[in-house]
């Protein structure tokens, strides 16, 4: 066969395998113009679970109105997407139909890295210091700052601080906790923090009765690195249990009491 017969035949084929195509695509869109949404699925991005496939339904159902019954095509996913955004525990959403008669919703969801607690109640931060409330389906071991907190949300706040000082704090107190959970010797030992009446920061460690007085969230390689002395070379000396506190706070010192 002659090559001029053979590049017809090709071009031939390829033209026709292109019609093929298109009137797939056009036969699939027009079967989605027919089928109507029977559904949801959620599907999970991370190992979080603040949120259920009930919340989701209840969030559409205020949020975006009818969708059950409605044409596939119909579905206005960037208002399904804007719905689920607006929940304090969703990072991101991803919405799209499927031909089997799904909405699917892919969700990223915050991760709190802290938890801060005041009086009866208490509010996650996430990594970035936004701040949302705590989820009624799932609860997230992380650690938590308890005491004179010196920033005060009503219940169900979300957002990020309200203002530069309360900003700066939150991040401040997300960094130490960072660098301790990070340190292969702090990790593990210090089991509370706690904001005294005048705004100082207390480590309370897992052995032992020594309150650690740490101040400000600011200073923590410096602080840590005097608590460390004080385990290595004050508390052999005197023993378990002789100082009450240990004073962190002030620049080049450690001031224990009894």
């Known amino acids: ?3 001029s017969v053979r590049r017809v035949i090709s071009i031939a084929s390829l033209v026709a395998f292109s ?3 298109v009137a797939v695509i056009k036969m699939t869109a027009a079967d989605r113009s027919l089928k109507t949404c029977d559904g949801v699925n959620l599907i999970y991005t991370d190992e979080y679970r603040f949120v259920d496939l009930d919340d989701v339904k209840g969030w559409l159902d205020k949020g975006y109105g009818t969708y059950i019954g409605q044409r596939l095509d119909s579905i206005q996913l960037h208002k399904v997407e804007k719905v689920l955004n607006a929940q ?3 990072l991101k959403t991803e919405a799209y139909v499927t031909d089997d008669g799904k909405l699917n919703v892919s ?6 890295v802290l938890r801060f607690q005041t009086g009866d109640y208490g509010f996650y931060a996430d990594v970035n210091g936004y701040i949302f409330p705590l989820q009624d389906n799932y ?3 992380v650690p ?3 005491g004179n907190l010196p920033i005060n949300y009503p219940k169900g706040y979300k957002g990020a601080p309200r203002s530069e000082e309360e900003r700066l704090w939150v991040n401040r107190v997300i960094s130490m906790v960072s660098y301790i959970q990070d340190s292969k010797l702090w990790n593990g030992r210090i089991v509370q923090i706690h904001v005294d009446e005048n705004g100082d920061l207390i480590l309370i460690p897992r052995d032992g009765n020594e309150r650690f007085i740490f101040g400000s969230p ?3 390689d410096d602080k840590l690195s005097r608590m460390e002395k004080y385990y290595k070379y004050i508390l052999p000396e005197k023993g378990q249990g002789y100082y009450k506190t240990v004073n962190l706070k002030f620049d080049k010192q ?3 009491k009894k």
Not at 107 to 112: F, G, H
């Open 218 to 220: 600011t200073g923590v």
């Open 107 to 112: 969700i990223s969801q915050r991760e709190p």
């Open 254 to 256: 450690i001031i224990c």
């Open 19 to 21: 019609l093929g195509f």
């Open 139 to 141: 609860t997230k071991k």
């Open 88 to 90: 304090s525990a969703i």
């Open 1 to 3: 066969m002659k090559k």
């Open 144 to 146: 938590v700052v308890d």
